[in-house]
Nanobody, 122 residues
Framework: QVQLVESGGGSVQAGGSLRLSCAVSGYSRYCMGWFRQAPGKEREGVATITGGGSTYYADSVKGRFTISRDNAKNTLYLQMNSLKPEDTAMYYC??????????????????WGQGTQVTVSS
C-alpha cells in the first residue's frame, strides 16, 4: 500500500474552480483516482487514471473535471471547473494494487487518503 495525502479542498461559489492535489508516498504507477462521498450517499468514483494514462470520468463531471498525474513529483491532481452545489462532498485520493487495470469502483482500491472537503455554494 501507499500513503496518500490530499490538499486543495475548500469552499467556492458555483461556477468556480478548485484544484485538488494528492501527495503519494511509496511506489504507485498503477491506477489512481479521486472518489467523493456526500452525506448519506455511497462513495463514488469521480475520475481515475491508469498507469498508461487512460482516464475515466463519471458522467456528472465530464467536461468539467480533469485528472492528471506527475510521476516525477509523485502527485495526483484533480482540476475542477464550473463547480456545482451537487459537487459538494468529501473527496478522497485512491490507489489500486498492480493487478487492477481499472479502479473506478471503490472495491478495487486498497489505499485511501484522509479526504479533503469541497463545498460549493449556490
Amino acid at each position: 500500500q501507499v500513503q496518500l495525502v490530499e490538499s486543495g479542498g475548500g469552499s467556492v461559489q458555483a461556477g468556480g474552480s478548485l484544484r485538488l492535489s494528492c501527495a503519494v508516498s511509496g511506489y504507485s504507477r498503477y491506477c489512481m483516482g479521486w472518489f467523493r462521498q456526500a452525506p448519506g450517499k455511497e462513495r463514488e468514483g469521480v475520475a481515475t487514471i491508469t498507469g498508461g494514462g487512460s482516464t475515466y470520468y463519471a458522467d456528472s463531471v465530464k467536461g468539467r473535471f480533469t485528472i492528471s498525474r506527475d510521476n516525477a513529483k509523485n502527485t495526483l491532481y484533480l482540476q475542477m471547473n464550473s463547480l456545482k452545489p451537487e459537487d459538494t462532498a468529501m473527496y478522497y485520493c485512491a490507489a489500486a494494487p498492480p493487478w487492477e487495470a481499472q479502479c473506478s469502483v471503490a472495491y478495487k482500491v486498497n489505499s485511501w487518503g484522509q479526504g479533503t472537503q469541497v463545498t460549493v455554494s449556490s
